[in-house]
C-alpha cells in the first residue's frame, strides 16, 4: 500500500511539475517555428510551449483565447504570425476584450525572406523577375518555356501553402505591389491569387507547413513554390531562386528592411510590424516576422516569464546567434532599443510595459 501510494505521490508531483514546466503557452506560425522550438538553438525558454498551426490559427487561437487551437487548454499568452493584425482584428479584440485582458502588443521578432525554391532540369541559376513570378503564380505561365522565352515545354507546377499563412501573405504583398489585377494582399493562397476561390491548375500542389515545401518542390521537376529561410538553403542559387538579380541571403533581407521607420505613435500596434513590399533595394520578398503578447497577465510569473524573454531577445546581441543560423535577420539595433524602452524599462514613460501597474490593476489575461 504504502509502495502503490508513494508512486501515485509521485506521477502527481510528475504531473504538476511538467504543468509548470509549460507555463507560458502559444503557437502560430510555422516559418520561425524551429527557431522558436524544437532545435538545439532555439530561443524560446523551457518552458514555454509552441503549437506549429500556421499564422491564422496563431492569430486566431491568441486574439479570442482559444487554447483547443493549440491542441491544450488553458489561457493562450502569446502568438507567433507572418502575418500581420489587421484594424479589424485589433478593433475586435479591444472591444471584446481589451477593458478584461488589457492591451495587446503586436512586436517585430526577425526579419526574414520568402525565397523561391526551384527543381528544373538544367538550370540552376534561376533569375525570375517580380514580373516573371507573377506569371507564374498566378498561372498566366503555364510552361518554363512561357515564362522564360524559350521552347521549354515542361508544365509550371506550382507549390503553395494551403492554410492561412503568413508566408503567403508576405508573398502576396510583393505580388500585388508588382501585378494588382492578379493578387490581392491576403495570407490565404487561394484568395490572394486572383480571382479569389478560383480554380487551381491539377498539377498545383497544396501543403500545410513550411517543412513540406521543399521537399514536394524536389519531387517533380518543373516545380516551384515559396518557403522562408529556414525551410531551404537560401544562399544557393541552386536550389532557390534569385528575384531581380538578388539572392534572399540575410544581409539583402537586412538592406530590403532598412528604409523602415521607428513608430511614432508607439500604442499603436501596427506602426511596430513596418511594411516594405517593393523595397528600392535588397531581396525584394522581405518583411518581419512577429510576436503578438498581452501587455497585462493576471498570473505573475507568466509576466515576468515573458518580460524575461523579451529582456533577452530585445538586447544586444541578444539571440542574434540563433538567428542568423537560421537564415533570418535580427531586428535593427534601433528598433530593438525602442521595444525596451517602451514594453520592457518604461524608460519612455509611455506605460506600454508588461504588466504596468496602472494599466494592469486588476485586469490581464486569465490564469
Same mark, same amino acid.
Given at each position: ?253 537586412? $538592406?530590403?528592411?532598412?528604409? /523602415?521607420? =521607428?513608430? +511614432?505613435?508607439? #500604442?499603436? !500596434?501596427?506602426?511596430? @510590424?513596418?511594411? *516594405? &513590399? ?24 507568466? $509576466?515576468?516569464?515573458?518580460? /524575461?524573454? =523579451?529582456? +533577452?531577445?530585445? #538586447?544586444? !546581441?541578444?539571440?542574434? @546567434?540563433?538567428? *542568423? &543560423? ?42
Amino acid at each position: 500500500m504504502f509502495k502503490r501510494t508513494l508512486i501515485a505521490a509521485s506521477l502527481t508531483v510528475a504531473a504538476l511539475a511538467s504543468a509548470q514546466a509549460m507555463a507560458v503557452t502559444g503557437g502560430g506560425a510555422s516559418l520561425p517555428a524551429a527557431l522558436y522550438k524544437g532545435s538545439a538553438n532555439s530561443i524560446l525558454p523551457a518552458n514555454f510551449s509552441y503549437a506549429v498551426t500556421g499564422s491564422g490559427i496563431g492569430k486566431s487561437a491568441f486574439l479570442t483565447n482559444t487554447a483547443s487551437q493549440f491542441g491544450t487548454t488553458g489561457t493562450v499568452h502569446f502568438a507567433g504570425s507572418d502575418s500581420i493584425l489587421s484594424a479589424t482584428e485589433i478593433s475586435t479584440y479591444n472591444a471584446n476584450f481589451g477593458a478584461s485582458f488589457g492591451p495587446l502588443i503586436q512586436l517585430p521578432s526577425v526579419a526574414t525572406s520568402v525565397a523561391i525554391p526551384y527543381k528544373k532540369a538544367g538550370n540552376t541559376t534561376l533569375n525570375l523577375t517580380s514580373a516573371q513570378l507573377c506569371d507564374a503564380f498566378s498561372g498566366t505561365a503555364t510552361t518554363w518555356g512561357a515564362l522564360l522565352g524559350t521552347a521549354d515545354a515542361t508544365p509550371i507546377r506550382i507549390v503553395y501553402r494551403n492554410v492561412s499563412s503568413g508566408t503567403s501573405e508576405i508573398l502576396s504583398r510583393h505580388l500585388n505591389s508588382i501585378c494588382p489585377t492578379k493578387f490581392a494582399v491576403n495570407s490565404t493562397f487561394t484568395n490572394a491569387r486572383l480571382p479569389a476561390g478560383s480554380t487551381l491548375p491539377s498539377n498545383w500542389v497544396g501543403v500545410a507547413e513550411t517543412a513540406d515545401v521543399a521537399p514536394t518542390v524536389n519531387l517533380v521537376d518543373g516545380s516551384i513554390g515559396y518557403v522562408g529561410p529556414d525551410g531551404v538553403n537560401a544562399t544557393s542559387n541552386a536550389v532557390v531562386a534569385r528575384v531581380n538579380g538578388v539572392q534572399p541571403t540575410p544581409a539583402n533581407v537586412t $538592406a530590403a528592411l532598412s528604409s /523602415a521607420p =521607428l513608430p +511614432t505613435v508607439p #500604442s499603436n !500596434p501596427t506602426q511596430w @510590424v513596418p511594411v *516594405v &513590399a517593393n523595397p528600392a533595394s535588397g531581396y525584394p520578398i522581405a518583411a518581419y516576422t512577429n510576436f503578438i503578447f498581452g501587455q497585462c497577465y493576471k498570473d505573475a510569473a507568466v $509576466a515576468n516569464d515573458v518580460r /524575461a524573454f =523579451l529582456t +533577452t531577445h530585445y #538586447s544586444v !546581441p541578444g539571440n542574434t @546567434v540563433a538567428t *542568423v &543560423a537560421h537564415g533570418f535577420s535580427v531586428v535593427p539595433t534601433n528598433w530593438k532599443n525602442a521595444v525596451t524602452a517602451n514594453f520592457i524599462t518604461n524608460t519612455t514613460g509611455n506605460n506600454l510595459n508588461i504588466n504596468n501597474a496602472s494599466v494592469c490593476n486588476a485586469i490581464g489575461r486569465p490564469l
